[in-house]
């Protein structure tokens, strides 16, 4: 669903690989048209489990949007168990909830926050694949894009607007 006009939606995502302790992020910015404002797409070195590298995806994102002056936001992600971990403190003894509470922090000083929200894999197939292009990348090397995207990251956000269920 598209955000209000004056709202921007931000859908992330994270892979993990339990044997490797590793993992990546990637978010993707629209507007109210379902135009593409910003990207990004990262490694991690480390990190302790999924539900970590999830709230790093979500604090990369949260950065991104900071440094561009985005302050009126709707978010996405495939994870329920962020949700509940940014939107409660249920999670804040997890090894993640140091993140957790640093996310809290950043909306309440930084964001008008409209919704955060669980979507389906098939609601977050940008975020999702641009996760998965970061395990590809250095880790010291992540990168943040803004309009104009490079062409793979239009053809992602392109495919979700034709058909967001099924990319097609």
């Not at 489990?49 to 949260?62: F, I, M, P, T, V």
């Not at 009126?72 to 962020?82: C, G, P, Q, W």
């Not at 971990?85 to 993640?96: E, I």
Request: contains cysteine.
């Amino acid at each position: 669903m598209p955000p209000p006009r004056d709202v921007l939606k931000i859908n992330t995502d994270a892979a993990f690989r339990e044997a490797e302790k590793d993992g990546a992020w990637g978010y993707v910015i629209r507007d109210c048209n379902g135009h593409r404002v910003m990207a990004g797409s990262g490694r991690l070195k480390w990190v302790h489990d999924a539900l970590s590298a999830e709230g790093e995806a979500y604090l990369e994102a949260l950065k991104a949007a900071m440094e561009e002056g985005i302050s009126r936001v709707a978010i996405e992600t495939d994870s329920a168990n962020l949700v509940a971990a940014v939107m409660t403190n249920r999670f804040d003894q997890a090894p993640g909830g140091v993140l957790f509470r640093e996310i809290r922090v950043l909306l309440s000083l930084h964001f008008v926050t409209l919704s955060f929200s669980h979507v389906s894999r098939n609601c977050n197939g940008c975020a999702h694949e641009l996760a998965c292009s970061g395990l590809q990348r250095d880790p010291d090397q992540p990168v943040t894009w803004s309009d104009p995207l490079p062409s793979f990251v239009k053809n992602l956000v392109d495919r979700d607007l034709i058909d967001p269920e099924s990319g097609e």
